[in-house]
């Protein structure tokens, strides 16, 4: 059994734990949340209690799961986490690659859907089509990421920022907040606009009296390459989803906390990771049913 | 530089001369062929003359794959090949894996895109969604294994064989055969049904006076996998090829003749392989493209 902690209790931690109960290899022996909440291990204050656990699911904003991820990889405990700030994976996974080799620890860092497993297939696909153009189109559907960005900001009560694609790639940000009642809009709208998840998109920022009503979990992609093979053109592939968000991103957490147990020390993406090793079988029987 | 040979130099041959010619890290050593055939490299004419080369790819009938594979792999000399018999690859990566560890030295078999890519899609999806159901639905288009399996048989001077999806995974064969002069049709359709490629499928043998006019090397993937992320039901995804379906194998071999070089001394199948490895390029560099 792989001794595992969930840290970070939101959408994703609860869905982590759902997957995990749903798991036969992993026994949950804690989860660390500052908040009070009604689970039936036990719960811990703070990351630095976590102890005696081999691998720790990081469900937790992005900007803080470099600090995390430093801090249990230089304890000797595995993790696995969603950072999902695509222009910084690369760093973050190359200061965390030395942590880890450092203390004889393993991580799989950007462990979601995208980045995550879109990126397995983006992968794949320059190994099929080296040459071609590939587009990702995400929604409409919440951005969990987005979302969160949103909510650090000075002002917001609660947020939600559905992404809404245009396109080969292209995508409009569509920001619903809810405002603490001395906040100026204007002020949290120039905010959401200048934020690193924002800058580069189209971005429409709407005041809304409740975000309740308009919270859907739902979320998709379409994923195309046109490309060539060798020199011959036109090689067409597409990969479609239809997910739930919260429980896609738990469940790869989990694959991935399995797959790390089977990594050298060191931070991967999951480009880097053998696909075999998020599966719980025997290898001669994956390959009968998969291959 | 990469050293290799191509050995074998059928449609899948020449589209892995194309990709070869094609990529940048790769010198083209030898081609190894019983045919006369027309090249700029040198033109063995048996796998036993083949050395001073660091990967060989193996583009050859499935059926004498295992044996040629295990006498370069015991002479040093790595492989790549798109074995594509479903049933026997376990076994056969379990035998080539042993050779390539006596003899340190590397393989990956069936490396094509069914068993291959497909397979990589398979597992990522059982990651993603560990219960639910995969179906994947082929064509309509040209099966080269199935093809050169009918070529085999007594009495067949040329044939085709079309793969027609009929939907949950299921698929019916529509098999064309030119005959030799002699030979009965009854007993080429006879000995076709009862061969291992066609025994459990719908098969449909039709005599024709000319192959050529009905030769389409397109051919298509509809693969799709509804199941629970988890806790969660209802997850979809699909995953859509149309492609040519020489030029793709023909890549695919190039690819992992690349990822090969990386492996450590073993027999793997590309579920085995980390993603990356296929790719020409710095690490950091393919993170920050395609992750």
């Known amino acids: 059994m792989i001794k595992v902690a969930i840290v970070g209790y939101g959408n ?35 990351v630095s209690e976590l102890n005696n656990v081999d691998v720790a699911i990081l469900s937790l904003p992005s900007r803080v799961v470099p600090e995390v991820a430093s801090l249990l990889l ?18 973050v996974r190359s200061k965390l690659d ?31 089509m080296p040459r071609g153009i590939t587009y990702t189109n995400f929604g409409p559907g919440m ?11 000075p002002g917001v009560k ?13 995508h409009r940000r569509m920001v619903y907040v809810e405002l603490m009642d001395n906040a100026d809009f204007n002020v949290v709208e120039s905010a959401i606009r200048q934020d690193d998840y924002f800058i580069n998109d189209e971005t429409h920022v709407t005041k809304v009296e409740s975000i309740d009503d308009l919270r859907d ?26 997910i739930n968000n919260p429980a896609l991103t738990g469940q790869i ?6 797959a790390v147990m089977k990594q050298r020390a060191g931070c991967y993406t999951m ?20 291959v």
């Open 143 to 153: 951005s969990m990421g987005h979302t969160v960005a949103v909510k650090a900001i």
């Open 12 to 46: 994703i931690g609860k869905a982590a734990h759902e997957a995990i109960s749903a798991s036969k290899d992993f026994s949950l022996e804690y989860i660390v949340d500052t908040t009070k909440i009604d689970v039936d291990v036990p719960v811990l204050n703070d």
């Open 158 to 170: 609660d947020a939600l920022s559905i992404t809404v694609p245009t396109g080969s790639g292209v």
């Open 74 to 91: 230089s304890k000797g405990i595995n993790t696995v986490d969603s950072y999902d700030m695509h222009s910084s994976i690369a760093d």
């Open 271 to 290: 480009i880097q990771i053998p696909p075999i090793d998020y599966l719980d079988d025997d290898v001669d029987e994956i390959i009968r049913s998969l």
């Open 98 to 128: 030395q942590v880890a080799k450092q203390n004889n620890s393993a991580s799989i860092t950007a462990a979601g859907w995208d980045p995550g497993s879109d990126s397995v297939i983006r992968t794949l696909l320059m190994a099929m």
């Open 253 to 258: 957490l989990v694959s991935s906390a399995r």
């Open 217 to 242: 979990v739902g979320h998709g992609v379409n994923l195309i390459r046109k490309g060539m093979s060798g020199t011959t053109p036109n090689q067409k592939v597409e990969f479609n989803m239809s």
